[in-house]
Nanobody, 130 residues
Framework: QVQLVESGGGLVQAGGSLRLSCAAS????????LGWFRQAPGKERAFVAGISWSGGTTDHADSVKGRFTISRDNPKNTVYLQMNSLKPEDTAVYYCAADRRSYYAGYDRPFQVGHKYDYWGQGTQVTVSS
């Protein structure tokens, strides 16, 4: 069983930065496509960013393009989300997720839909004050 543990959330002023980390257990991290999602109070979970299992393809939601960047470090079994120029509307619980099937299907792009992911972390709160 793969476990994902997020860290790095917190309270920050608008315009500030945070870097979220998600550490994974297990020896197959390099075969996972990875994603970050967020859920604000009263709203549905939304895709934020994704990175393919090879690391060669990334995708970011329009709302965060140019401000957030996803990256991965396979030797550390960790995926990151660098968040700059934060806005109050970025306030949410942020979740990382892992897709173990794309590698075996030969598909090298991250999905934007949550049901394509097999493992989820518990989430980390990000609060941006105005």
């Amino acid at each position: 069983q793969v476990q994902l543990v997020e860290s790095g959330g917190g309270l920050v002023q608008a315009g500030g930065s945070l870097r979220l980390s998600c550490a994974a257990s297990g020896r197959t991290f390099s075969t996972f496509a990875l994603g970050w999602f967020r859920q604000a109070p009263g709203k549905e979970r939304a895709f934020v960013a994704g990175i393919s299992w090879s690391g060669g393809t990334t995708d970011h939601a329009d709302s965060v393009k140019g401000r957030f960047t996803i990256s991965r470090d396979n030797p550390k079994n960790t995926v990151y989300l660098q968040m700059n120029s934060l806005k109050p509307e970025d306030t949410a619980v942020y979740y990382c997720a892992a897709d173990r099937r794309s590698y075996y299907a030969g598909y090298d792009r991250p999905f934007q839909v949550g049901h394509k992911y097999d493992y989820w972390g518990q989430g980390t709160q990000v609060t941006v004050s105005s």
